[in-house]
């Protein structure tokens, strides 16, 4: 049998500095960078220019497709209208501050242009141009995120119910961290945010709650199982224990991913995009931000028999004289001489 | 075979024989276009009961704009805009998920429907105005009294019943002896009114029938300008909403309204739909906002013993009931003998308010998938590589047991696909999004199990108590993380809007599967795998 990382002993938590800092860093980028350019909206959000074409002879949606991205249309979307030689193209100019009418002109241009090269001159007629206004309300927006913020609460309340409410802060503040890394993403890689990337999104806070909860419930686990040990150790313990199962099932989601970027086309590229990027940044906010916010929650407020406290009060996390409880063979058996039960 | 084991096959089995059922090929109604007339038509087509949205599979267009023919509308801009909220609010509530509202230009509308059922009520429900008013009726019989000025001004504009738009339908209106003089001679004064002689006064003050075959005729008449000018002051003239037969003959109720209305549909907050068990009429009960019931019971104080006409959308409500006493925040639209659909789909459009101009459709169109067919293409290959390298890792890392799994997920993708079609939900490419994180889901829960046997094992815990134990001890994480998750997906649906509601639609169903499939699947897979090889000391795991 293959048994990756069976009997790993890495030291997480050290790093914990470290990922605070490398995250912090790419989050103060994505903010100055979501301030200074914005989002990218796609034209389901902005609106845009509606052409209606008819063309003399069959044409696939794909080559007028690649003739717009060359002409720098990115995002279009083209649809069959009635027949398969009738187009429905909505089309925007990205980041153009031009008025309607302006911008109207300039995309109906640049779409001549474009077919010129997909169909040939002559070959089509336009049947309309019209601009189009979005598609969906900026209300969306504010309802996913008030929709994203009422589910935090109601986590909060599940995990302070089943576990503690400090592993459901830690948790969710995980978990918010990877919604704001994920928006920092989409801004800096000039990703379009369409109603595909905001299914991607949630999808993200999916996936990154449910791998924090996988490891925080090891951790629950190993404090009832060992005693003696302080949450420092615990923490540590318990991610190296899941790490075969985080490595497989991030692994075969993330080859899913993949899969999707190389193959999947440009439109569905962007959401594919974010959900490779929200699996990384799910997997490392489990280990980086869960693990060491409920150690610095535990800290600040200690629970009952105060283990967070007692790390820090020590001081010595870096070099335990009993390194980190290793989940060795059961050879070295009883490495905690009190268990639980 | 194990008593347990048989109970757990039959478990499964009924499942799949549930699922199979729910996504056998059935007959849906579809709107394609005649290639003969190049009009669109409904035909029947058998297909997967499983609607896919807009984005994938396309649908209807339809473009709307504001109809002028009834006059004018100054600002067609800011109508359409009204129009846009009023339509979407109606739609979302008609249940077809993810549809496309969208202005395009200066006054027009754009509508898109995926997969819509009853094409042609989903058109009524845009369309309707539903624009509700109260009105008293002409107690003081002003309109009455008015009516030899009217006749006389019909009279002085030629009108003999002959100008007028039915001409065919003349001469049965008046029989014999008039109608001969009414066309023989232009400038007779002594005929009958040209009005008065359709009319016939009905039972309470301000309503008039005129009989059925002849209400386009009248109806033609009361809308010239120089009789409307000749019309008494606050006086305005309204239709019934349908014939209602008075011995062997079907009339059509006039009515003669007060022009202001006591009350609008503007205060309504409520609206319902049902069936009135005295009766058995199909009744739409409403409720006005604490504003409108105070306006509403201060008039109809004011009013009692009046009659009082429910007006929608020009057309009055069954006839006009009298007021006994003040009416406060409640009241119903009696609808007579209509299908209870109708007085639902009239509670529906009462509540998303009424459209600030009447819309008619211009265009309609069947439209391609907005992702378009090559997006299409290159997605669900990409999809059937993912599953490949899914498939591949588990059994290339679990061998025996990664196969069982790969096994339940086949399941699983047919639990959930059944679970779609039977609560009829629309797949669109955010579902997919969270059909594909549940398959995650799946994939993990396995992992979880598979790695705790493990673990078990190399505790040195016999084979078939580390596969027991292993079970168990994955069961809190598992529910734990999947709880958690179906509870986020709960509060998207009930908080989102459109793709949301749609990701998170799929993502719970995809969950509740993924809990059969990955545990209880797999571990009736796992017992049967260990009953037929009782000498196994190996798992392949």
């Not at chain 1, 693990?291 to 007692?310: F, N, Q, S, T, Y």
């Given at each position: 049998?293959?048994?990756?990382?069976?009997?790993?002993?890495?030291?997480?938590?050290?790093?914990?500095?470290?990922?605070?800092?490398?995250?912090?860093?790419?989050?103060?980028?994505?903010?100055?960078?979501?301030?200074?350019?914005?989002?990218?909206?796609?034209?389901?959000?902005?609106?845009?220019?509606?052409?209606?074409?008819?063309?003399?002879?069959r044409?696939?949606?794909?080559?007028?497709?690649?003739?717009?991205?060359?002409?720098?249309?990115?995002?279009?979307?083209?649809?069959?209208?009635?027949?398969?030689?009738?187009?429905?193209?909505?089309?925007?100019?990205?980041?153009?501050?031009?008025?309607?009418?302006?911008?109207?002109?300039?995309?109906?241009?640049?779409?001549?242009?474009?077919?010129?090269?997909?169909?040939?001159?002559?070959?089509y007629?336009?049947?309309?141009?019209?601009?189009?206004?979005?598609?969906?309300?900026?209300?969306?927006?504010?309802?996913?995120?008030?929709?994203?913020?009422?589910?935090?609460?109601?986590?909060?309340?599940?995990?302070?119910?089943?576990f503690?409410?400090?592993?459901?802060?830690?948790?969710?503040?995980?978990?918010?961290?990877?919604?704001?890394?994920?928006?920092?993403?989409?801004?800096?890689?000039?990703?379009?945010?369409?109603?595909?990337?905001?299914?991607?999104?949630?999808?993200?806070?999916?996936?990154?709650?449910?791998?924090?909860?996988?490891?925080f419930?090891?951790?629950?686990?190993?404090?009832?199982?060992?005693?003696?040990?302080?949450?420092?150790?615990?923490?540590?313990?318990?991610?190296?224990?899941?790490?075969p199962?985080?490595?497989?099932?991030?692994?075969?989601t993330?080859?899913?991913?993949?899969?999707?970027?190389?193959?999947?086309?440009?439109?569905?590229?962007?959401?594919?995009?974010?959900?490779?990027?929200?699996?990384f940044?799910?997997?490392?906010?489990?280990?980086?931000?869960?693990?060491p916010?409920?150690?610095?929650?535990?800290?600040?407020?200690?629970?009952?028999?105060?283990?967070?406290?007692?790390?820090?009060?020590?001081?010595?996390?870096?070099?335990?004289?009993?390194?980190?409880?290793?989940?060795?063979?059961?050879?070295?058996?009883?490495?905690?001489?009190?268990?639980?039960? | 075979?194990?008593?347990?084991?048989?109970?757990?096959?039959?478990?499964?089995?009924?499942?799949?024989?549930?699922?199979?059922?729910?996504?056998?090929?059935?007959?849906?109604?579809?709107?394609?276009?005649?290639?003969?007339?190049?009009?669109?038509?409904?035909?029947?087509?058998?297909?997967?009961p499983?609607?896919?949205?807009?984005?994938?599979?396309?649908?209807?267009?339809?473009?709307?704009?504001?109809?002028?023919?009834?006059?004018?509308?100054?600002?067609?801009?800011?109508?359409?805009?009204?129009?846009?909220?009023?339509?979407?609010?109606?739609?979302?509530?008609?249940?077809?998920?993810?549809?496309?509202?969208?202005?395009?230009?200066?006054?027009?509308?754009?509508?898109?429907?995926?997969?819509?059922?009853?094409?042609?009520?989903?058109?009524?429900?845009?369309?309707?105005?539903?624009?509700?008013?109260?009105?008293?009726t002409?107690?003081?019989?002003?309109?009455?009294?008015?009516?030899?000025?009217?006749?006389?001004a019909?009279?002085?504009?030629?009108?003999?019943?002959?100008?007028?738009?039915?001409?065919?339908?003349?001469?049965?209106?008046?029989?014999?002896?008039?109608?001969?003089?009414?066309?023989?001679?232009?400038?007779?004064?002594?005929?009958?009114?040209?009005?008065?002689?359709?009319?016939?006064?009905?039972?309470?003050?301000?309503?008039?029938?005129?009989?059925?075959?002849?209400?386009?005729?009248?109806?033609?008449?009361?809308?010239?300008?120089?009789?409307?000018?000749?019309?008494?002051?606050?006086?305005?003239?309204?239709?019934?909403?349908?014939?209602?037969?008075?011995?062997?003959?079907?009339?059509?109720?006039?009515?003669?309204?007060?022009?202001?209305?006591?009350?609008?549909?503007?205060?309504?907050?409520?609206?319902?739909?049902?069936?009135?068990?005295?009766?058995?009429?199909?009744?739409?009960?409403?409720?006005?906002?604490?504003?409108?019931?105070?306006?509403?019971?201060?008039?109809?104080?004011?009013?009692?013993?009046?009659?009082?006409?429910?007006?929608?959308?020009?057309?009055?409500?069954?006839?006009?009931?009298?007021?006994?006493g003040?009416?406060?925040?409640?009241?119903?639209?009696?609808?007579?003998?209509?299908?209870?659909?109708?007085?639902?789909?009239?509670?529906?459009?009462?509540?998303?308010?009424?459209?600030?101009?009447?819309?008619?459709?211009?265009?309609?169109?069947?439209?391609?998938?907005?992702?378009?067919?090559?997006?299409?293409?290159?997605?669900?290959?990409?999809?059937?590589?993912?599953?490949v390298?899914?498939?591949?890792?588990?059994?290339?890392?679990?061998?025996?047991?990664?196969?069982?799994?790969?096994?339940?997920?086949?399941?699983?993708?047919?639990?959930?696909?059944?679970?779609?079609?039977?609560?009829?939900?629309?797949?669109?490419l955010?579902?997919?999004?969270?059909?594909?994180?549940?398959?995650?889901?799946?994939?993990?829960?396995?992992?979880?199990?598979?790695?705790?046997?493990?673990?078990?094992?190399?505790?040195?815990?016999?084979?078939?108590?580390a596969?027991?134990?292993?079970f168990?001890?994955?069961?809190?994480?598992?529910?734990?993380?999947?709880v958690?998750?179906?509870?986020?997906?709960?509060?998207?649906?009930?908080?989102?809007?459109?793709?949301?509601?749609?990701?998170?639609?799929?993502?719970?169903?995809?969950?509740?599967?993924?809990?059969?499939?990955?545990?209880?699947?797999?571990?009736?897979?796992?017992?049967?795998?260990?009953?037929?090889?009782?000498?196994?000391?190996?798992?392949?795991?």
């Amino acid at each position: 049998m293959i048994r990756l990382f069976a009997n790993a002993n890495y030291d997480f938590i050290k790093w914990r500095r470290v990922a605070f800092s490398i995250t912090g860093a790419i989050m103060l980028v994505g903010a100055i960078d979501l301030v200074a350019r914005g989002l990218n909206y796609s034209i389901e959000f902005t609106g845009g220019t509606l052409m209606q074409v008819e063309s003399a002879k069959r044409v696939e949606t794909g080559d007028i497709r690649h003739a717009l991205d060359a002409a720098g249309l990115n995002g279009a979307e083209i649809q069959t209208f009635g027949a398969d030689t009738a187009f429905l193209i909505r089309a925007r100019i990205a980041h153009s501050a031009a008025t309607d009418e302006a911008s109207e002109a300039a995309v109906s241009n640049t779409v001549r242009g474009a077919l010129d090269n997909s169909i040939g001159a002559g070959q089509y007629r336009v049947v309309r141009t019209e601009a189009v206004r979005p598609k969906v309300g900026r209300e969306l927006q504010g309802k996913a995120l008030t929709a994203i913020l009422l589910s935090f609460i109601v986590t909060l309340i599940y995990l302070a119910v089943r576990f503690e409410w400090r592993f459901g802060l830690a948790a969710v503040i995980a978990t918010a961290h990877d919604v704001v890394a994920t928006i920092a993403f989409l801004s800096v890689m000039r990703l379009e945010v369409s109603l595909i990337v905001v299914g991607a999104v949630l999808t993200v806070v999916g996936y990154s709650l449910n791998d924090t909860i996988i490891i925080f419930d090891r951790v629950r686990e190993n404090l009832r199982k060992y005693r003696r040990q302080n949450l420092y150790e615990i923490l540590n313990l318990s991610i190296n224990e899941t790490l075969p199962r985080s490595v497989l099932t991030h692994g075969t989601t993330i080859a899913t991913t993949l899969a999707l970027l190389v193959l999947g086309g440009e439109v569905i590229r962007p959401f594919a995009w974010v959900m490779s990027f929200g699996i990384f940044t799910g997997t490392f906010s489990s280990i980086y931000i869960a693990a060491p916010v409920l150690l610095w929650i535990e800290k600040r407020w200690p629970g009952e028999d105060a283990r967070g406290a007692r790390t820090f009060g020590s001081r010595a996390p870096a070099t335990p004289s009993v390194p980190a409880a290793p989940p060795s063979s059961p050879a070295s058996a009883p490495r905690a001489p009190q268990p639980a039960r | 075979m194990d008593k347990r084991i048989r109970n757990r096959l039959w478990i499964i089995l009924g499942l799949v024989g549930l699922s199979v059922v729910s996504l056998l090929p059935r007959n849906t109604k579809q709107r394609v276009i005649d290639p003969q007339t190049g009009r669109m038509k409904d035909t029947t087509v058998r297909r997967l009961p499983i609607n896919l949205g807009l984005d994938l599979q396309g649908g209807i267009h339809l473009a709307l704009e504001v109809d002028q023919s009834k006059g004018p509308v100054p600002d067609c801009a800011d109508a359409i805009q009204r129009a846009e909220r009023v339509v979407r609010t109606r739609i979302d509530e008609f249940g077809t998920t993810e549809p496309v509202v969208q202005i395009q230009g200066r006054c027009r509308l754009i509508v898109e429907l995926a997969g819509e059922k009853d094409p042609a009520r989903a058109k009524s429900v845009i369309q309707r105005t539903a624009f509700l008013e109260f009105r008293i009726t002409d107690m003081k019989n002003q309109f009455k009294d008015a009516l030899p000025q009217i006749d006389a001004a019909l009279r002085r504009a030629g009108i003999k019943a002959r100008g007028a738009a039915a001409p065919s339908a003349v001469s049965q209106l008046f029989g014999g002896d008039s109608s001969k003089a009414e066309r023989d001679s232009t400038t007779d004064a002594n005929t009958p009114g040209v009005l008065s002689s359709l009319l016939f006064q009905g039972q309470l003050p301000g309503e008039y029938l005129v009989p059925e075959e002849q209400w386009p005729l009248v109806d033609s008449l009361i809308n010239r300008p120089d009789v409307r000018a000749a019309m008494p002051r606050g006086i305005d003239l309204r239709w019934g909403s349908q014939a209602e037969s008075r011995g062997a003959r079907a009339y059509r109720a006039l009515y003669a309204v007060d022009s202001r209305p006591i009350i609008t549909g503007e205060e309504l907050v409520k609206a319902t739909a049902r069936r009135d068990p005295v009766t058995n009429q199909s009744i739409v009960p409403f409720q006005l906002s604490h504003r409108g019931a105070r306006k509403f019971s201060d008039e109809t104080a004011r009013h009692i013993n009046d009659y009082m006409a429910i007006i929608l959308d020009s057309r009055v409500q069954g006839q006009p009931p009298v007021i006994r006493g003040q009416i406060g925040a409640n009241g119903q639209i009696e609808l007579g003998n209509k299908p209870l659909q109708e007085a639902s789909d009239l509670a529906l459009v009462l509540r998303a308010g009424a459209l600030p101009a009447p819309l008619s459709i211009i265009e309609e169109r069947t439209i391609g998938p907005s992702l378009g067919a090559d997006s299409i293409h290159d997605g669900i290959r990409a999809g059937v590589v993912g599953v490949v390298l899914v498939i591949v890792i588990m059994i290339g890392y679990y061998r025996m047991a990664g196969a069982l799994a790969v096994a339940a997920l086949t399941l699983y993708c047919l639990f959930t696909l059944a679970g779609l079609a039977m609560f009829g939900f629309t797949l669109t490419l955010p579902g997919l999004a969270g059909f594909v994180l549940s398959i995650g889901i799946a994939v993990d829960a396995n992992v979880l199990i598979f790695e705790r046997i493990r673990e078990e094992l190399v505790h040195g815990k016999s084979l078939r108590l580390a596969v027991e134990d292993g079970f168990l001890h994955a069961m809190n994480a598992i529910v734990d993380s999947n709880v958690s998750t179906a509870l986020t997906a709960l509060i998207l649906y009930a908080v989102g809007t459109g793709p949301v509601q749609g990701f998170a639609i799929t993502l719970i169903i995809g969950i509740a599967a993924s809990m059969i499939s990955a545990i209880f699947v797999v571990k009736t897979l796992f017992l049967i795998w260990l009953n037929r090889r009782p000498d196994m000391v190996t798992l392949s795991i």
